[in-house]
């Protein structure tokens, strides 16, 4: 590694002070370093062998629509409380460093999501999910899942979550998304209080083509990317969703497996 981007959410206590921290600490070493107050976010996957984000699962999510094919390993650092994605904490970031510098770290590699307006092929990336929902909160919103050119469900509810398996215990979790292994690949469609108790979520291959047709008196729907993008849709609108080739690699943790630090989220003992 020669060049380290670093994302910084400005907001967090203290995030400024570990950014200057951590610049003199790598420009020490005698690697290049870029950061987010200097360079716009959406250049740093280009121009860096790896990013490092210091701030929260927020953050991490704003860089990864930015992503490409070749883009290097994400470190995720917390400077709150643990999270699923920034799962390494302030105090493991320096040891964390020494390993990846030395080529001795293993990354996650997490499949993401493209969602396509069809009318204006505008596509968005969501390393967690996309919803479906409405803005009128009084009206129901009736829509049709096509899987692979067949009509599969008949929707009516209040909205619809599409996720990754990473998306599984986010906005999905609470919607009664069953959790899936973040680093399995598949598409999981989970209803938000559905009008009936028929419907029920759903994990679908990777490989098969999603699309989302609305119901013509449906009016006021929103598309929201991973909590980040919000789009106002019209009914005539179809959105069409894909596995991406876009892939995210997160450095693991150093002391935490993905089952420890799901427990500790979940408040399991």
């Not at 692979?148 to 008949?154: A, G, K, L, S, Y």
């Not at 789009?231 to 995210?248: C, F, G, N």
């Not at 497996?257 to 399991?268: A, D, F, P, V």
């Amino acid at each position: 590694m020669k060049r380290i981007g670093i994302v910084v959410n400005q907001s967090k206590t203290g995030a400024i002070k570990v950014l200057e921290e951590l610049k003199d600490w790598l420009t020490k070493r005698g690697l290049d370093v870029v950061d987010d107050l200097t360079i716009p976010r959406e250049e740093m996957p280009k121009t860096s062998d790896a990013i490092i984000v210091l701030g929260g699962d927020g953050t991490l999510l704003n860089l990864a629509k930015f992503m490409s094919r070749d883009s290097g390993p994400i470190l995720g650092v917390n400077l709150g409380g643990l999270g699923f994605l920034t799962e390494t904490t302030l105090d493991e970031l320096y040891p964390t460093l020494e390993k990846m510098l030395a080529g001795e770290y293993e990354c996650s590699s997490r499949m993401m999501l493209e969602a396509m307006i069809a009318s204006s092929k505008e596509k968005y990336l969501a390393l967690n999910d996309i919803v479906v929902t409405r803005s009128a909160p009084s009206r129901i919103l009736a829509l049709t899942i096509r899987i692979d050119d067949e009509d599969v469900i008949n929707y009516a509810g209040d909205g619809l979550i599409i996720s990754t398996p990473t998306g599984s215990t986010a906005h999905a979790l609470s919607a009664g998304s069953p959790i899936v292994y973040p680093t399995l690949d598949s598409f999981v469609i989970t209803p938000i209080l559905p009008h009936t108790l028929a419907m029920r979520p759903l994990v679908v291959p990777p490989d098969k083509g999603l699309t989302i047709v609305f119901c013509q008196e449906v009016k006021e729907i929103i598309l929201a990317v991973d909590g980040q993008h919000w789009i106002k849709l019209s009914p005539e609108d179809v959105i069409k969703v894909s596995k991406s080739a876009v892939r995210v690699r997160l450095v693991q943790s150093l002391k935490r497996s993905y089952w420890q630090t799901l427990r500790e989220k979940l408040g399991i003992k």
